[in-house]
Structure formats: C-alpha cells, structure tokens
C-alpha cells in the first residue's frame, strides 16, 4: 500500500530488520575503531581563538523544514544546542583525525537528547537526537571550503522539503551512531566554533594558514570552495504529517504542537510585573521560592500565572550561602557570592526549559549562567535589565577611585573579564531589552547596540503625606537615601555639607571610615521609617551608581525636592534637579536650589 511510485509504508518487521542491521553494523565498527590510529576526542584550547576564519556555514534552525512538524524542529535545534557544546573552540592538531561520533559521544535520552528528525528510508521519522545532520553537513562543508579532507562522508539517501531552498548545499553528510560517521582530516591545526543564534547554526573554522591579501578584497576571496553536489534527490515524507494511519509511526496529536514562551525571573519589581502581568496566563514560569511571611505583593507568587515551576532547592541553596556570606560581613566578596548563588538558580531554570520553548524572558542576573549552560541558542530571548552591563559598572567606579583613592569599598570586587564579556555579547544577541532605568537604557541602546529597547515607566509608591515645617536657625537637613558607601556619592555629599554646613541624615548603614562626617552633623534613620520624609528638606543622592532608587521615587511624590546624578535612572521632572556623578560644584549649586529659602 502506498501513494506514490516505489513508496511502501513500512511495517514493524521492517523495522526490526533496520535495527537488526544497524546493530551488526555498530558492532563491525567498533572492531575496525580498535585499529584506527589517531581517533581520538580533541579537547578545546585557546590557541587559535584569536586566528583568522578560513571557513563559515549558516544554516537555517527554524525554516528549513515543513511549519506543522514544529515538535520535530523544536527537537532538532535542543539537540544541536546539546551537541554544539562538545565542538566548540575544540583544537584539532595538523593531521589530527576529527570524527563526529568520537568527538561528540553516544546520544541518548539519558544525555539529555529529546526526538528530532531523521531521515530514514526515505521518510522523516522521530528518532532520540536527530537533526544532527544539520551539523555535520555545515563540518563537511567548511571542510572543503578550507581545503580539507573528507575522510568519511556519507550521503542522504532523500531530502526535508525546503520550498525557499531546493539546492543542495557543498557538503551533504550524513551520520548515525556510529557507523556513518563524518571524518575530516587537515595539514594544519585547526579549531573550530560552533554556536547557535536565534535563527541559525553558525560553524566556523579558524587557522593560521588564511592567505594574505589587501583589505579592499572580499573575505570570501579566502575560502576554497568545492562545486556543489547538485544530484537532486526525493523528498522525504514527514511521519507526522503524511496522513498514512497504517503506518506504525503515525501519530495523530504529535503535529499541533507550537512554541511556548518561558518567562525565567528573579528579584520582583512592579515595574517589571505590571510589563509581564499581560502575559502571566500564556507562558511557563520560572520562579525563585521565598518564605511563606515575605509571599506579599513583593513575589512572584501573587500573580495569576497559568504554568508554574518553583526552584524550591536551587532558591534554598542560595538563600543559605547569602545569610553566611552577610554574617562574616565580607564585603565585596558577598558579590561574588550573589553571583554564585544566581547560578544555581539558573542551573535549576534550565532543567526545567523545554524544546519547545522557543522564546524566553530572562532576568538580567541569570543571563551569563543561562548562556554558560547553553540554552540560549537557538531561541529568541527579551531580557528584563534592572543594572548597568558589569563592565560599564567597572568602568564607572575605576572613575571614582580615582577622585577618592582612600575608598576601599570601590574596588573591592572586580568581576573577571571572561563573564563582562559574555554578558556583552549576551545582551548584543538578545531582541529586545526592558527597563524602567534611564540611564541602563540609554547606554544599551547606545554602546551595545540593542535596537529595541523598552523603557518603562517607574511605578510610583502611594503618597505620603508631608507637614511643611519651619526651619530654626535656618539650617536645612538633607537625607542620603542610601547606606554611606562611596559608589552612593556619600564622599561627594560629605564634602558638599562641610561647605554649606546644613544637617544630614543617612538611611542606610555607617560609612567605613567614620573620619568622613568630620565637620559635618549627621545622623542615621532607616527607609521604613516614614518620619524622614518629614524632616527632609531636600533628599540627595549623588551616586556613581545607583539601580533602584526607590526612596527618590517616594521623595518626589511626597514633594521633597530630589538631586541625583543620571546614574540614578530617573528621566527629567519637575522636583528633580540631575549633576554629573563627581562634581562637587554642581553639586553645591543644585543643593542652594532646593533648599527652601534659598531659591
């Protein structure tokens, strides 16, 4: 029984007899890799990240293929983002042998591998790990473009339907576990990066050997490339869209199946729940587990969400590591520990994606670890920014250590250059970024390049009520809305106040050195206390860096009379009067503006 000329529906005793076959196969070739020299894994080295690309290929993930076999596309890309992990920024040797399968190791679903496509038998049937084909094709096609040699290389016996794209590309190769395997061989060290964006695979070759030519020629002018196989083949029917119910394989419910959106979070803000709260019944939720006394309107758990997966261990874990970290009062090291404790919470986010999650929102804490583990590729993914990039942070406080040589507090902890880059590059992948920070805008959308960008407005607290009060002695009193650290501008404001001689109250913890307040009255209060709001008569903050300022946004609807640096993120408004971080001038001339009496 069949629809087409030579097509035959295949039947369990077909597929046994495959298996059997395929298993002799296996075992031959295990015998014959005993006596292979030089097949072995390579294993990654810096040596050559830096050398020139000799070779590229990109390739399709999400358009290369029928529409209504999402399920079985979706598990092509999962298994490409499992097996690019064990080719990228490998070394191999000049005259080293590079195999598929010893390279990549045996896939099962114990590996993490889910069903994909494979063809077989002129079908395209869902098999665990398939869609691995796409990668060793872009191997053998840099292969010959760099002049290699192809070992080993297998043909497909038929093709996916591809209505934009019905030609054969330069290297068709095919492989299965283990005995079609892809082999490649070079005169020179080579090293290959392979990567996954948002809508292709990308594999490059990189090595010393490119030609040297003039910058005014196309870099294409440095690849070798081989004619194309152009033999047509058949195109391989779709096992969940064929419509033929004899057949074993047939699944009627496989191919509705559709993207889903994974919303993957971590401290709440109103800000950034009022923008999700439209979304909270159509996605997958990820969400930190905080105790049963703080689950107030400040938790995720309020919402109204339709699918929810609490890292219940992943939370607890990190809980505990930042309540030792604040016990020995470290310092900057406690940074580090946030760090730390964010991947653990991403880890456990990650085992919870699936691969039909094809679009995610990321909370900027997760996003390094989340692209370290390698669920980022191949999906498109908003990011929810509440801080600067850490290298922008670095940069601005190497700025104020060098006002301020004597604060320790601002070089304490210096994040390591490997995760300022990958967040950079993180940030330049992703499509679109959200943030109520004026200023985290702007600079993403100036020195990262990020096109869409959404501001969000800052969520206003409820007014509190203010009794305007007489000012004895006519000394005004000003409130720091921050702990006294220098990254907050105390040192800045310090200096100020011994000019002007007014009061200061500071809602925050001491400053480290206590000599600072010399010639100033200060005095400390605490954010929950509402009586500041009281006896403020201008609220200052002239922070290098500052990502939530909360206690501005309360001063300014009070009616409290607000100066800040852009640092603090707020946009220009009535009450508000912004200085350059450092400047102490302008400092003392906002602060004359404020103050009552002295406009």
């Known amino acids: 029984m069949g629809t087409k000329t030579g097509f035959k529906i295949p039947t369990r005793l077909d597929a046994i007899w495959f298996w059997l076959r395929v298993w002799g196969l296996v075992l031959l070739r295990v015998v014959r890799d005993l006596h292979t020299p030089g097949l072995r894994r390579h294993a990654r080295s810096p040596r050559l990240a830096r050398a020139p690309v000799i070779a590229e290929s990109r390739t399709p993930l999400w358009d290369d293929g029928r529409t209504d076999e999402f399920a079985l596309l979706a598990g092509k890309v999962h298994n490409l983002r499992l097996a690019a992990k064990a080719f990228d920024r490998v070394h191999v040797p000049a005259h080293g042998l590079l195999s598929f399968w010893r390279q990549l190791g045996r896939t099962s679903r114990w590996h993490g591998y889910v069903e994909g496509r494979e063809i077989r038998e002129g079908c395209v049937v869902p098999t665990v790990a398939g869609g691995l084909c796409q990668l060793s094709n872009a191997l053998a096609s840099c292969a010959l473009r760099a ?22 590309g330069p290297g068709d190769a095919t492989v299965f576990w283990n005995y079609l395997d892809l082999r490649l061989r070079a005169e020179f060290a080579f090293q290959l990066d392979v990567a996954l964006t948002a809508t292709e695979l990308v594999v490059r070759i990189r090595a010393e050997t490119a030609l040297a030519v003039p910058d005014r020629f196309p870099r294409v002018m440095l690849l070798r490339r081989s004619p194309p196989d152009r033999t047509p083949k058949p195109v391989a029917r779709g096992c969940l869209t064929c419509n033929e119910t004899a057949c074993f394989r047939y699944r009627p419910d496989a191919a509705s ?29 990820c969400i930190p587990w905080v105790r049963a006394a703080r689950r107030g309107a400040g938790a995720w758990q309020t919402m109204q969400m339709a699918s929810v997966r609490i890292a219940r261990m992943g939370s607890m874990r990190r809980m505990a590591w930042l309540r030792w970290h604040a016990v020995r009062n470290e310092g900057g090291r406690r940074q580090a520990a946030v760090m730390q404790a964010d991947h653990w919470l991403a880890r456990a986010y990650a085992r919870a994606l699936r691969p039909e999650h094809s679009h995610l929102v990321i909370d900027q804490s997760l996003l390094v670890p989340l692209r370290r583990l390698g669920v980022l590729g191949g999906r498109r993914y908003d990011v929810l920014l509440q801080a600067l990039p850490a290298t922008e942070i670095q940069r601005r406080l190497d700025l104020a250590r060098q006002r301020w040589p004597q604060a320790d507090s601002l070089t304490d902890f210096r994040i390591d250059d490997a995760y300022c880059h990958e967040e ?13 920070h004026a200023e985290v805008a702007r600079y993403v959308r100036s020195f990262v390049g990020l096109k869409d960008v959404r501001q969000l407005a800052w969520a206003s607290p409820p007014a509190a009520p203010r009794i305007e009060r007489a000012h004895p002695a006519g000394v005004p009193t000003v409130v720091f809305p921050a702990s006294a650290l220098a990254r907050k501008g105390v040192l800045d404001l310090a200096h100020a106040l011994r000019i002007l001689g007014w009061k200061l109250t500071v809602l925050g913890s001491p400053a480290e050195d206590p000599r600072i307040w010399d010639g100033v009255f200060v005095s400390y209060s605490s954010y929950r206390d509402p009586r500041w709001l009281q006896a403020a008569d201008v609220v200052a903050l002239p922070a290098y860096i500052e990502h939530s300022p909360r206690a501005l946004l309360r001063a300014r609807e009070a009616g409290i009379p607000v100066v800040a640096t852009p640092a603090c993120g707020l946009p220009a408004s009535d009450g508000l009067q912004l200085v350059p971080p450092g400047d102490v001038v302008a400092l003392l001339t906002a602060l004359r503006r404020a103050a009552p009496g002295n406009e």
């Open 424 to 436: 950079l590059r993180a940030l330049e992948a992703a499509h679109c970024a959200i943030t109520p």
């Open 257 to 285: 199946a559709t993207g889903r959106t994974a919303i993957l979070v971590n401290a709440w803000t109103p800000e950034f729940a009022r923008y999700l709260e439209p979304h909270a019944r159509d996605a997958d939720w």
């Open 147 to 168: 002049g290699m040699t192809l070992v080993e290389r297998h043909a497909h016996s038929a093709r996916i339907e591809d209505a934009a794209r019905n030609r054969p």
